[in-house]
Every structure is written in C-alpha cells, then in structure tokens.
C-alpha cells in the first residue's frame, strides 16, 4: 500500500473540497478521476504536503505521512502541477535546478537527455529557451525536470491537458515506458475516462455530494 | 548656524499657488489626483506645523529620552503607514517595525559614534526624522511588491516547493525583486545628486548661507547612512515578511479571504 486516506476532510479558500474521503492508493499507476470542482488536483496537493487536511488520516507506506520529513517527502514523491511554472532560463537549466534542489547536486548531461528522452521530448530541447515553448512543451519539460529528480512516486496533475493527440500519445508512451523501464508509482488526475484506463492499475472516482462541493471516493476499478 | 531668511505665513500660502496649477492640471486630465493633491497640502501643513512645535519643545528640553520617544512614535507611524501599501503581505507591522527600528538606530549610533554628531536632540531629530522617513518609503515600496510577487508568481513558488524546495528557496526569486524595486529608487537617485537634483539638506545649508564644501560633505554623509539605512530596513522587513506566506511545513498558506 503506497497511500492510504482515512476520513480526510479538506477546506479550501473556505469552501468544504473533501469530506470524509476515504481511500488506498496502490503502487502502479493510479488514476484520480472526476467532474471540475471535486477536488481532484486538492487530493493531489495532500500527497506531497503542499497542504494538509483539516482532519483525517493520511498514511504513506504505512506510516503517517507527517512523520516524513517534509522535504525528503516531496524529492520521493514529486508532484507536476497542470500549470507550467518554470523557471526563467533554458530547459537545461530547469532539469538543473531541480536537481540541485533535490540531491544539491548538478545534473550531467546524459541524466538530461534521459529525463528529456523519457518526458516525450528530444535532447535538442535541452537548449531551448522556456519562454519560447509552447504550452504542451512546457508541460513536457516539467515532466522532465520532475523526472530528473528521479522520484519514486509521480504526482501527475492533468498532464496532457494542453496537448493535441499526438504529443498526449507521445507523453502516455513516455509514461507506459517509465513505468516498464523503472520501479515508479504514478498517481494521475485526469478527465480523460480513456487515459485512465490506457494508463492506470486502479481508478479513484471523485463525486461531488450533493450538499455542493463535497466530495467521496466512489469507486475502484479494475 | 544663522538663518539669514524670514519666512511669513503668507508666504507659504503663496507657495500653493503652484500646487493649485498641479491640482488644475490634474482635473483638466482627469487623473483623478486634486482630492489626493489637496489632502497631502492640508496634512503637510498640519503635521510640519505640529511637528515643527514638539521639536521646538524637544530643542528647549534638550533631553535624550524625549528624542528617543519621538523617533519611536516615527517608526510606529511609518510602519502604520507602510503597512497600508502592504496590504498583501501578512502580519507586515511586525517586520516594518523591526525594519523601521533597525534603520534609525544603525544610522544615529553611527554618526554618533564617529562624533559627526553630537548627541543632541537637534542633530538627532531631524537625522532620524529623514531615515525613518526614506525607510518607511523603501520598505513599504518593497513589500508592495513582495506582496504582488506572492500572488502573480503563486503557480511558480508552489511548483518549486514541489519540487522539494524550502521555502527559503522557493521565495528567493520574489525576495530578490522587491528588494530591487524597495532600494533602486534611492540609489538611483544618489547616482544622479549633483548632477541632475540638489537634495535637500544641501540645499536649505546652502539657503542658510553655510559654506558650498561644508554643505557638500555634511549632505555626503547623510546620503551614505540613508542609503545604508534604507537597505537594511528594505532587507529585514522583506527578510521577515516573506516568512509569513509559508507555514512551519513549506506550504503556501492560502491568501486571506476578502
């Protein structure tokens, strides 16, 4: 068992995102799917400890997740939010700074083309300037600098959203080989029924309540 | 030092002549100024004339604990005022206080101790008055900023504390550009004395008939602890400050709701 939630309740911006949400996150890929506003990428954010729930439990490899020192806790299980936010500079300077945050340590250059290579972009990209890359690029190279971290669980928040069908095939390739080629958990928040079950062991549905914004897990499948 | 300049009352109200072409030039463009040129007319007024009768006060004294009190309410007043341009910036008072502080004490313990000045409340008063005074404009200018910087670059520092980074790390990029923007119009303008504006403490030596070289290097060393003094309270207000977006755990606190 990778995660397990036990009644996690979750206020955002004063407004109830989870109530009572209970449950397990398996290694493997893991799908978190789910209407707008149910608090999908909110769970996701509670996997790392960009915050914390209100109440409940969340346990990480059977112990409870704050007994992790925090920053260990994101190197190991790193999250890519649905917005690229980079840094100024080239790509090459991203994967850089991540890893220097992460192991402080640089990152050489065939590491780069390996993280680059495995996020469905190609080594010249190493180069490019992050202010000149499209939207989808810029997720890709967030993916890439997560995975030049080396993490051993992939938090994943929507990340083919601004891609057309044929980058999305490219970074689920990407992803499928990852998972093949190395020991690492995935957990995505997608809307896409298609790509969970393309990419995912395990569905989480998310279905706000009736009282509005609360939400539950549903269901498990496969 | 003697004045050889009498100044009547009449005359200051002369003086608004000009700021009533500033006020009818404001409403023919419609910038939406001549309410806050008015206010700062009447506030100037009543708070030199208010402040020119407690140092009269203060002079006559001639006791420290006066000025030390004097300079405390400064700093209270310029923290109160700053923390209106911060707004964005969580529990700012604090900081801008110690800021504030540090800046007035640095400044007058230096030109104190290097016997610039004597410890006498009419060279204290005014040298405090002017660096709690450019202090206060720098650190609420920086964290004006500091606060913009949190909620325009929130996306960038999350995904950096994602990636494992302190908050410390996280924030750096932010703290460095508020401290730019608190510090570089100070140092701008000292890269531009003499050559394009008078400041004033030459200028009203010069009005008082004080020797040209005398007024220079008195006015040298007042731009040199106020560009010092100014740094160091943009520095530790915005040093502290930034702490308070983040909690014990490197997480982002969410903004305050409105």
């Known amino acids: ?222 | 030092m003697s004045v050889g300049i009498d100044v009547s009352l009449e005359q200051v109200l002369a003086a608004l002549g000009l700021v009533a072409v500033a006020a009818g030039i404001a409403a023919w463009r419609q910038t939406d100024l001549e309410r806050d040129i008015g206010i700062a007319v009447v506030r100037s007024f009543i708070q030199l004339t208010a402040i020119g009768y407690v140092i009269q006060l203060i002079f006559d004294a001639d006791n420290l604990l006066f000025v030390f009190v004097l300079i405390a309410v400064m700093v209270a007043f310029g923290a109160y005022t700053a923390r209106a341009r911060a707004r964005k910036v969580p529990g700012a008072m604090l900081p801008l206080v110690l800021g504030l502080s540090l800046a007035a004490v640095a400044t007058l313990g230096l030109v104190v101790g290097l016997g610039i000045f004597e410890p006498e409340a009419r060279f204290l008063v005014p040298v405090g008055g002017m660096v709690v005074g450019n202090a206060m404009t720098a650190s609420a200018v920086a964290l004006n900023r500091l606060g913009d910087e949190f909620e325009d670059s929130a996306a960038r520092i999350e995904a950096t504390l994602a990636l494992g980074a302190t908050s410390h790390e996280a924030a750096l990029p932010s703290v460095r550009r508020a401290l730019r923007s608190g510090t570089i119009t100070l140092i701008d303008s000292t890269k531009t004395t003499g050559l394009i504006f008078f400041p004033g403490t030459m200028v009203g030596m010069l009005l008082a008939g004080a020797d040209p070289v005398d007024a220079v290097r008195l006015q040298l060393i007042l731009l040199y602890v106020l560009l010092g003094s100014v740094s160091i309270s943009a520095l530790v207000s915005v040093s502290l400050a930034y702490r308070n977006f983040f909690t014990a755990e490197h997480q982002l606190r969410e903004p305050p709701q409105p």
């Open chain 1, 1 to 222: 068992m990778l995660f397990e939630l036990d009644n996690v309740c979750l206020t955002r911006a004063g407004v109830r995102v989870l109530d009572q949400l209970s449950a397990q996150i398996d290694r493997g890929a893991t799908a978190i799917v789910g209407p707008s506003g149910s608090g999908k990428s909110s769970l996701l954010r509670l996997l790392n400890r960009l915050a914390d729930p209100d109440s409940g439990r969340i346990d990480y490899e059977g112990r409870p997740i704050t007994d992790r020192d925090v920053l260990a806790l994101r190197r190991e299980v790193m999250l890519v939010p649905q917005l690229p936010a980079l840094v100024p500079g080239t790509v090459s300077d991203n994967l850089d700074f991540a890893a220097r945050l992460a192991r402080r340590e640089t990152i050489n250059g065939p590491q780069a083309q390996q993280a680059l290579l495995a996020a469905g972009l190609d080594a010249s990209f190493g180069d490019r300037d992050t202010a000149r890359l499209s939207v989808g690029e810029q997720q890709r190279a967030m993916l890439a600098r997560a995975l030049a971290v080396e993490p051993a669980v992939l938090l994943l928040d929507e990340p083919t959203s601004a891609l057309d069908a044929e980058a999305t095939a490219r970074v689920e390739e990407a992803l499928a080989g990852l998972r093949r080629r190395r020991d690492l958990s995935i957990v995505l928040v997608t809307h896409d029924a298609g790509q969970a079950e393309r990419l995912a062991d395990a569905v989480i549905r998310l279905e706000p309540a009736a009282g509005g914004s609360r939400a539950r897990a549903a269901e498990r499948a496969r």
